[in-house]
């Protein structure tokens, strides 16, 4: 498999802001490559932006058997119309069985477009992937709030999804990696319709990031309360998550909400206060590594989903929680 | 300005039961209302339409219960609604959708702004609106947030994506896809109600969409996506772990599984 552009199976959209890839990329990478070689084909990225050498070299690192490379001063930021004729142009040209792009705001604004140039079809915001006997993809999606799973296959080409980020295993780097970058002819596009006038940097919490979330839930009595919640996560390292009725009741910000319809969290520790655990949020935090639940009702849902869980009353706990951190903290020091 | 909302009726998905039995939703659980995201475009709409006159189109394709959420829209200040209702255009995915809205906005003329919700609270995808927006050729901002400034040949917003707030010009005609942190929108008055009840609504089926030989783009033919099968997914299987004890025990007890975890200390 040299340089054929026909045996490029899997095609996955590096998405880069301010020169950064996204490391929904690297997710896509991870299970590009799986499927890629089930395919027996080749896995291929296309990054547009400016001045991404090294960023395309590190997606090769990363899985990537050909890097596709559009560098041009117009590309340097998010521009639908650009980047959309940039890509259809490429696709039509590569043919890929598949196409994935990650399900985050960029991805979710740009796959659509693309796919009703193709005229192909879309799953957004899948969670998994996996191929049928016929080497088609099987697209896996939460339906009506997380409540239900629908597989979805699509009888035209290239099959597109978008792709949720913080579920897929990212693909482990490997700097012997070798690969190919093609740069791409960028055809300047005058006027798109769409001109950036400001950027301003959206400085809020990353949650999905974290690594520790302390999470409060309808336990909670008073918005004052949430203060020894942030107490907690400051001296974890940690992040304030929440259910969705104290994002409702304006008590904390959205993007603190943890669930279907906020984030999706992947974090090594959750730490659960007060959350009954409805399907929705319980579909937002499935993928933690360890889920330590505290209700007072013994029948919450909740704890069948946590590894550890405690029955009582989370005003009780979490003060004497936090004093016992900061007793191990002070022994350290 | 000429301005089209994009709106859907959707089941109220908070109510809504899941019967896990049958694996699958229990729809006369619950009423029908119109999707909330399309709630704020509508209200984005009108506040412009209340700044540079002109008119307010809400369209919408589905069953013909969805007049329903058409005279909801016309309560909420909508000038005129249209509602795409026929058997061929039933099981349509987003392509299909996108494209039957694309054909009856050609066949409706001239518009400067389309605006829709950033996406379905049923279907969830936020895919139709820019579908749409490519099928008629003209730019989108999706997930706007702020609407500063509205002239007769551009719009500027405010959008949001992952690292970065985008202040961005949109030439019109163009279409914009909004967030719920847009605008508050307004409630009904009873008055405002009545008149709807009386309103006429347009309906057009394929026929007036005047598409020769299109029926493969339409419904369930002119969708490239299947829906295969659809499951409950299986419990995680977690230890649940009870920790017992007085509340200083308990902690105690957390602190342990967080140093082991490698979190702590």
Request: aromatic content about 6%.
């Amino acid at each position: 498999m040299s340089d054929e552009c026909s045996f490029c199976g899997v095609l996955i959209f590096a998405e880069q802001e301010d020169g950064e890839i996204h490391k929904v990329t690297y997710e896509l990478l991870g299970k590009g490559r799986v499927l890629a070689d089930r395919l027996g084909k080749n896995l291929c990225a296309v990054l547009l932006g400016y001045g991404l050498d090294d960023e395309a070299r590190e997606l090769i690192y990363y899985g990537a058997d050909k890097v596709f490379l559009f560098d041009h001063p117009s590309l340097k930021d998010f521009d639908i119309v650009r980047y959309k004729q940039n890509i259809v142009r490429l696709v039509n040209e590569v043919k890929p069985d598949i196409f994935l792009i990650g399900a985050t705001r960029i991805g979710r604004s740009l796959a659509p477009r693309i796919a009703a140039s193709l005229k192909t079809g879309l799953t957004a915001d899948c969670v998994d992937l996996d191929l049928d006997n016929e080497g088609n993809l099987v697209q896996i999606r939460p339906a009506f709030s997380g409540n239900i799973m629908a597989q979805i296959k699509t009888r035209t080409k290239p099959q597109m999804a978008t792709v949720r980020y913080k579920v897929m295993k990212m693909s482990i780097r490997d700097p012997a990696r070798r690969g190919g970058v093609v740069e791409m002819k960028v055809e300047p596009v005058k006027n798109t319709g769409m001109k950036i006038l400001e950027k301003e940097k959206a400085d809020e919490v990353n949650i999905s990031e974290a690594e520790i979330i302390v999470a409060a839930g309808r336990g909670v009595k008073s918005p004052e309360d949430l203060r020894l919640f942030k107490e907690l996560a400051d001296l974890l390292g940690g992040v304030v998550g929440s259910s969705r009725p104290l994002v409702d009741a304006g008590w904390i910000g959205k993007e603190h909400q943890v669930g279907f319809s906020g984030n999706t969290v992947k974090p090594r520790v959750y730490m659960a206060f007060g959350i009954s655990g409805s399907p929705q949020h319980l579909f937002g935090m499935r993928y933690s590594d360890i889920i330590i639940a505290v209700n007072k009702d013994p029948t919450a849902p909740m704890l069948n989903f946590s590894d550890y869980y405690v029955i009582g009353d989370l005003y009780e706990i979490l003060p004497q929680l936090i004093h016992e951190i900061r007793k191990v903290r002070c022994v350290e020091k | 300005m000429n301005i089209l909302v994009l709106i859907k009726q959707v089941p109220e998905i908070e109510k809504v039961r899941f019967d896990y039995e049958k694996g699958r939703l229990d729809r006369s659980s619950a009423g029908a209302i119109i999707n909330p995201f399309d709630l704020n475009a509508l209200e984005a709409a009108v506040q412009i339409k209340e700044k540079t006159g002109g008119s307010v189109t809400a369209i919408s394709m589905g069953p013909m219960q969805a007049v329903d959420a058409l005279r909801d829209a016309l309560a909420r200040g909508a000038d005129k609604a249209i509602l795409l209702s026929d058997e061929r255009f039933a099981g349509a995915d987003t392509l299909a959708t996108a494209y039957t809205l694309a054909s009856a906005i050609r066949k409706l003329g001239a518009f400067d702004l389309i605006i829709c919700g950033e996406k379905t609270i049923d279907g969830d995808t936020g895919q139709v609106g820019p579908e749409v927006a490519e099928l008629l050729g003209i730019p989108h901002v999706a997930y706007v947030e702020e609407i500063r400034q509205i002239c007769s040949d551009k719009i500027v917003v405010g959008a949001r994506m992952e690292r970065n707030k985008y202040i961005i010009e949109l030439r019109l005609p163009g279409l914009i896809t909004v967030t719920k942190d847009l605008n508050n929108p307004r409630l009904p008055t009873l008055r405002d109600k009545l008149r709807a009840m009386r309103a006429e609504i347009t309906v057009w089926s394929y026929k007036d969409l005047n598409e020769e030989d299109a029926l493969q783009y339409f419904g369930l033919n002119g969708s490239p996506t299947r829906v295969i099968r659809v499951y409950t997914p299986a419990a995680e299987k977690r230890k649940s772990q009870v920790l017992s004890g007085t509340a200083p025990e308990v902690a105690q007890k957390i602190v342990q599984i967080l140093r082991e975890s490698g979190v702590l200390g």
